[in-house]
């Protein structure tokens, strides 16, 4: 018999997964200015994976990424941060996460029909390289 998981538990593991990201950033004096900002203002979209570095991700992803840019004001001088969350990956190097990470990166590209934003390069070899979705560039990608 297999188990349900109830939209409580779910909420649940959300919000802990949200406060001890939380808490890593804003109570432990994390360096980066922009992740403080951007926590302490909850001008943030956190989204919780099960596997990094596969296509079913991506396919999911990539779907969140297109609401996020769709209800993005890039007129505006506010910035909201996407971040994923791969709380169940156990990686035991930094040589696998950059494995996991580009293979990811290259399944979002694979279903990104939008073509690449213009204003960055798409080689990642390139001084102005920055990844693309949905036909715009994404100032840090962070992927956790």
Known sequence: MKATTTHTQVLSRYNFIENDFKEFILEKNHPCIMANTVFSMNNYELHIYDKLG??????????????????????????????????????????????????????????????????????PTHKNFSFSIGGRAFYRLCII
């Open 54 to 123: 596969t296509k079913q991700t991506a396919k999911k992803m990539l779907e969140a990424l297109n609401d996020y840019i769709d209800s993005y004001d890039f007129s505006d001088n506010n910035f909201k941060t996407f971040i994923a969350v791969f709380p169940e990956v156990e990686i035991i190097s930094e040589i696998e996460f950059e494995n996991l990470l580009w293979r990811q990166l290259q399944f979002l590209n694979d279903y990104d029909t939008a073509a690449w934003d213009p204003q960055v390069s798409n080689d």
